[in-house]
């Protein structure tokens, strides 16, 4: 059985930025581009479109997100600083760990989500989210819209993702679209305020410490060898810490270079 989506609660549940508008729909083509019509027309930072079921959902390279009724998808609208954007963390990163540590309060203790750089969320090995991270700019300064897709429910996903994909009822969790919202945004509101330094003259350096520290031990693919795919090339080597700035750096031949996107797959040791 499916329910509708509670829009006072969700909007309850949006504890960071309340006051910025929110939009609760039954069905929408993707809370990604409504954000990014409400980001044109001067929406503020924390604007929220929250969706039961989308049609036209939109994953990262130009893929679709399947989004049936069952699973929770939402976009928020960030206002990031020109500063963090160019020395910060990506957004996109700090929703994968703030997601993780919402999930991991949500489900049994012996779940552990786990990230896999750049910002899918794993249980099992399994995707349960999929974060997708949309740039422009407007007479504001940047605006950057953060789409979740989070298997949260039993829904129907398509058969070709049945080995890759696993909703929160598989690991023994049925928490509420609503209840899961709110706590992530418990976890990546401070975390965001602390990183991007909006509410503060300036970001704070042991928090960004702090945070890679965490995304790290999220990541079962750090130290191993990998395979990275790029936009062109496909580029094999060991995994070995994340950059200041999140990015991925890898060791090829005794040389390290620093990736900051590209999709990560674990390759098997020589
Ligand atoms: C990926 O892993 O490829 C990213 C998937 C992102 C899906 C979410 S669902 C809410 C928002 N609206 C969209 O059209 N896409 C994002």
Sequence with gaps: ?????????????RTWCAGAPVEVHEQIGSTN???????????PEGTLVVARVQTAGRGRRGKTWASPAGGLYFSLLLRPREESLRSGLPATLVAGL?????????TPAEVRPQLKWPNDVLIEGKKVSGILGEMSRDDRGPALVLGLGINVGAAVLPA?????????????ATPSPEEVLGAFFERFGPLWSRLDGNSQADSDPSAREAF??????????????????????VVEGTFRRLSPSGGLVLERDGVEKTYLAGEVQAARPQ
């Design 212 to 233: 890679l520290r965490a995304a790290a031990e999220r990541m079962p693919s750090l130290g191993g060898p990998v395979r990275l795919h790029l936009p062109n090339a």
């Design 1 to 13: 059985m499916t329910t509708l989506l509670d829009e006072g609660a969700l909007t309850a549940a």
């Design 33 to 43: 581009d409504r954000v990014a019509e409400l980001a044109a027309g001067g929406a």
């Design 160 to 172: 070709e993702l049945a080995a890759s994909a696993t909703q929160l009822p598989e690991v023994g």
């Design 98 to 106: 703030a997601l993780c540590e919402a999930l991991e309060s949500l």
